[in-house]
């Protein structure tokens, strides 16, 4: 069985890291969602973390540090990675830096650059330190399933793979760190995240998103991060993503509840919607609301047994694009545009 620690234990915190040090998997709280946490520098800890996942080998991991000195053994840290470290981090901000020796081929699935993240969650940073070495940590869920935002979520995909998990809460960003790529000519969004582009921009005003975060991709479409081509964070439940203005998606969500009244159907909802007939969970009223509970809304979801999940749309720009990247993905691409609706009546 695998242990629970409170992140406010500190003997049990201590432990931990000497667990993870040594080559057990230890899952730790981010402010984005949970890891699953190896000893980097150990490649028998890393292949225990593909395995527990059942990840795919070409999908490489970022490397946790708990500040940007601790990278530079590993990684080449830019001038242009030092901005972003500066400015967004400890945050929830990835960097895809040229990688140095050092790491083992492993961790990075043998690419020549290396994912470097230093989080903002205090519990994950006094893990990291204790334990004294760089922790290679994807999210800690099973490959394909919803990324698990707090303990309970952890012990649901991984109970018995792992050594332990330490118990810090819910996460407050609710989704992954946004990647950047800097080892091109311009810095690109590989994912959007709890950083958005145009926080970046401010930085770097070169910065563009990587074309196709949004589109359903092609059967050849090769994406820079790897973990981006796979089928991600889906739920048992059938997602629908609605686009369209406020009214028109109530509308059309209200028509879909009415014409498949034999499912049972749960609705992701603003604040300010009501539907009948359904379980519906309330997200709040901006993209930052409903990032902090997309992920556990869907395995709640799966728990009260939705056949089919309706969610409403985030607000465009800013974190609404980070949230309807998830939202696509959950939703195999699966998108009721309501103007196109409205076109065809
Ligand atoms: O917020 C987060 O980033 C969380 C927490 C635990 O830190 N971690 C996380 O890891 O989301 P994971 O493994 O679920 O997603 C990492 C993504 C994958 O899509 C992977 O392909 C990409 O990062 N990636 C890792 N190293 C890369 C590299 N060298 N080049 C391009 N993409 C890379
Ligand atoms: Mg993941």
Redesign the pocket.
């Known amino acids: 069985m695998t242990k629970r620690i409170a992140a406010a234990d500190t003997k049990g915190l201590a432990e931990a890291a000497e667990k993870l040090r040594q080559g057990e998997l230890v899952a730790f709280p981010?402010e984005?969602?949970?890891?699953l946490g190896a000893n980097a520098l150990l490649a028998n800890a890393v292949a225990g973390i593909y395995e527990a996942k059942g990840r795919p080998s070409d999908?490489?991991?970022?490397v946790?540090v708990a500040q940007v000195g601790q990278a530079e053994a590993f990684a080449e840290v830019t001038a242009q990675a030092r901005q972003l470290f500066d400015c967004f981090t400890p945050g929830?901000l990835?960097v895809?830096l040229p990688k140095k020796e050092g790491i083992p081929d492993i961790v990075?699935a043998g690419?020549d650059?290396?994912?470097v993240?230093i989080?903002e969650h205090e519990t994950a940073r006094e893990l990291i330190q204790l334990a004294g070495v760089p922790i290679a940590?994807?999210?800690a869920n099973r490959s394909g399933s919803p990324?698990p935002t707090d303990a309970d979520s952890v012990l649901q995909d991984m109970d018995g793979r792992i050594w332990g998990v330490v118990d810090g809460g819910r996460c407050q960003v609710g989704i992954?760190?946004t990647?950047v790529?800097i080892t091109g000519e311009n810095p690109v969004i590989?994912?959007p995240?709890g950083i958005t582009l145009e926080q970046i921009q401010e930085i770097l005003p070169e910065c563009t998103l990587d074309t196709g975060l949004l589109k359903k991709p092609e059967e050849s479409f090769q994406p820079?991060?790897?973990?981006?081509k796979y089928k991600h964070y889906a739920p048992q439940a059938q997602v629908i993503a609605f686009e369209g203005t406020a009214a028109a998606v109530r509308q059309e969500i209200q028509r879909y509840i009415v014409t498949h009244s034999e499912k049972k159907i749960g609705v992701f909802a603003k604040n300010s919607s009501s539907y009948e007939n359904t379980l519906t969970l309330h997200w709040g009223e901006t993209a930052q609301d409903m990032a902090k509970c997309l992920f556990h809304a869907l395995r709640q979801f799966d728990k009260l047994g939705a056949e089919v999940i309706l969610c409403e749309p985030p607000e465009t720009g800013g974190m609404g694009t980070s949230v309807r990247n998830r939202l696509y993905k959950a939703a195999g691409f699966h998108i009721i545009h309501t103007e196109e609706r409205e076109k065809q009546k």
């Open positions: 981010t984005t969602v949970y890891g999908n490489p991991l970022i946790h929830p990835t895809i990075t690419l650059s290396i994912a993240r989080p940590a994807p999210s990324s992954e760190s990647i790529d590989l994912r995240g820079k991060a790897p973990g981006m």
